[in-house]
């Protein structure tokens, strides 16, 4: 009853981002309080590069966590934190499933000089990201696509009771989850990077609510050119795909626990935090800060 009151309260408070500034900067507030502090409006993220973005906060749980601890104690602590050092050395990166572009600008900011492509098929999502990289001086490349096995339309179902739920997977969150479903464009990653004239990439994202193995089968270049990915894997059966998808390839995977670090595994399979990492032997000096024993 007391934190209704609270949240109730606090929501009638105008400019909320403004007043909560100098909170954030004054010091480490608990989560148990900063979780429930949303705020709305224009803010800045430092990256651990030194270099920071812009982002518009919509009030939504991930800009809340990047809002009141950073990339360093917000929102998927090690992923951000190995994206990033995976970044610096990259030239060209495609963030598939950019959703409002935190790790597209992230990439950009980490190593101005790559070219970031962020892909993004839903539309009330699309315009943030517009927004976002507006914000910044427009550094990224915008794809309003989503990528798969082949050149297409599919239909994209948008869960309408959380704001990050959407997939071209019908029953992705659930039979009973209250859906909506529109027509989407579908690309292949080798057809449209060989239309851009891209001839190589060194750093991909795959988020995209399992529809991970279908974006892979449509980017079989991926086998030549062999680049970093961080990929989200929520069931067996994707993390099967995956691993024979890499068979033979020479990658080594890391589970990300956002807690403790990286985890070096054999296998793939479905975890608690949902990410992995795969690098090339030669990337491993990039992870050693984050590397843990299992």
């Excluded at 990929?231 to 059966?237: A, K, R, T, W």
């Excluded at 990410?275 to 984050?290: M, R, S």
Aim: contains cysteine; glycine residues 8%.
């Amino acid at each position: 009853m007391k934190l209704g009151l609270f949240r109730t309260l606090y929501a009638l408070l105008p400019g909320r981002i403004y007043l909560m500034e100098p909170l954030r900067r004054w010091g480490r507030l608990p989560m148990s309080w900063t979780r429930h502090l949303f705020v709305h409006g224009t803010m800045t993220i430092q990256s651990g590069a030194g270099r920071g973005f812009r982002m518009f906060n919509q009030g939504h749980y991930i800009e809340t966590l990047l809002f009141w601890g950073g990339l360093e104690r917000g929102w998927e602590r090690v992923s951000s934190g190995v994206w990033t050092a995976l970044c610096r050395e990259a030239h060209t990166v495609l963030d598939v499933g950019a959703n409002t572009g935190i790790y597209s600008l992230i990439a950009w900011s980490s190593n101005p000089r790559a070219q970031v492509h962020a892909f993004e098929p839903v539309p009330r999502v699309f315009e943030i990201l517009e927004r976002n990289n507006e914000l910044n001086g427009r550094p990224l490349a915008l794809h309003p696509i989503a990528c798969g096995a082949q050149d297409g339309e599919a239909t994209l179902y948008e869960g309408t009771d959380n704001h990050y739920e959407a997939s071209l997977l019908q029953d992705t969150h659930g039979k009973n989850q209250k859906q909506r479903s529109y027509t989407v464009q579908v690309r292949s990653l080798d057809q449209f990077l060989e239309e851009k004239g891209i001839d190589r990439v060194d750093l991909i994202k795959i988020d995209v609510e399992k529809f991970e193995p279908q974006v892979l089968a449509g980017f079989q270049q991926f086998k030549v050119w062999k680049p970093s990915l961080l990929i989200e894997i929520l069931d067996d059966s994707i993390a099967a795909y995956v691993e024979e998808f890499m068979k033979d390839l020479g990658y080594l995977y890391f589970n990300v626990d956002e807690e403790r670090g990286l985890v070096p595994t054999h296998r793939l399979s479905k975890s608690a935090t949902y990410n992995y990492v795969l690098v090339q032997a030669d990337k491993v000096p990039l992870l050693q800060p984050w590397i843990v024993q299992a």
